[in-house]
């Protein structure tokens, strides 16, 4: 059963931002609901307020400002799979938001709201405690902080590899922040995976257009409605010689917060790629993994996702019959 709770529907952004609270669990913001509502039937989180921004419609737009693509928070993620400079410039977001979860999800499921999910860990959502989760198959093989569990957002590592940042508007006014500094390990009980304040909120997210050569690749058990086992997205800068100039590889649902595969990307830098350097690429990027028995299968699939996401990104989708 859900506790009573106070639903504002609040006009503009200011408006929202009054409602909320300066520390956690007091209100809470509802935009697609796919998140907050399953947590509140959870018993999760039991807000005193909830803060309802489906009605700010300046969060529900898109446009090209500047040389970047500007996305509303409250963007669909069916929306954000079908806008055509999303499929044009970021065919690796138009992927990811594509393919993840039913249709019925991403039809009300925003960006905002994928960005700012909390923790799907099996044990954490039944509230077994920690003491199990040594055997979680599918926890993280790059753990932080003691916490094992894998962070759930699908379009995040996308959009770090894109070099995307969120407005975040507070009481103190509007700040960005890279997409990539937006996620902490959290204690699953009052520190958040997100690095807002209790009374801040995303307002849109901003990717710069280049010529980078973006793609992303899921490895799952199920190709429809299911959780990735691990994800690799990146993008390339590369020259008219064929030569890398900048590599961004970052990795999905294998550890607390997104993982960024430095030393592949150092690795990549300056030479032509080719299925051999891929697939070193993907053993650099699987370095450093601490698996448990249980989940060691998912270091092998990193190496595996890394290489074909860098291959697709270069046009080569050979595994899947194209040449």
């Known amino acids: 059963m859900i506790p009573a709770f106070t639903y504002k529907n609040p006009q503009t952004v200011p408006e929202a931002v009054a409602l909320l609270a300066p520390t956690w669990g007091e209100a809470e913001v509802l935009a697609g609901g796919s998140d907050l509502l399953a947590a509140m039937k959870d018993q999760l989180v039991a807000p005193k307020t909830v803060v309802n921004i489906k009605g700010l419609k300046d969060l529900s737009t898109s446009n090209i400002v500047g040389g970047k693509l500007v996305l509303g928070a409250n963007v669909t993620l069916a929306e954000l799979a079908e806008l055509a400079p999303v499929n044009k410039h970021f065919p690796a977001l138009a992927k990811a938001a594509k393919d993840l979860g039913s249709i019925q999800i991403r039809n009300v499921a925003t960006l905002g709201g994928n960005l700012c999910q909390r923790n799907r860990d099996w044990y954490y959502r039944n509230q ?34 894109l070099s995307a940042t969120a407005q975040v508007v507070g009481p103190n006014g509007a700040k960005d922040v890279p997409i990539e500094k937006l996620f ?140």
Do not use: C
């Open 128 to 161: 077994l405690g920690p003491e199990v989760k040594e055997n979680l198959a599918y926890g993280a093989i790059f753990p932080a902080d003691g916490q094992s569990y894998v962070h759930p957002s699908t379009l995040a590592p996308v959009l770090i590899a």
């Open 184 to 323: 902490q390990v959290s204690d699953l009980k009052n520190k958040r995976e997100v690095t807002l304040a209790p009374n801040e909120i995303i307002t849109n997210v901003t990717i710069p257009i280049t010529e980078a050569k973006s793609a992303e690749i899921q490895v799952r058990e199920r190709q429809s409605h299911d959780w990735p086992l691990v994800q690799a997205a990146v993008a390339l800068l590369v020259d008219n010689t064929g030569m890398v100039q900048k590599a961004n590889i970052i990795l999905g649902h294998v550890g607390p917060v997104p993982r960024r595969a430095t030393d592949a990307e150092k690795f990549l830098v300056g030479k032509k790629l080719d299925e051999s350097l891929a697939t070193e690429a993907g053993k650099q990027g699987a370095e450093g993994a601490q698996p448990h028995a249980t989940n060691e299968y998912k270091v092998q699939l990193v190496r595996v996702a890394i290489k074909r996401a860098l291959l697709s990104a270069m046009g080569n989708d050979y595994w899947r019959g194209t040449p």
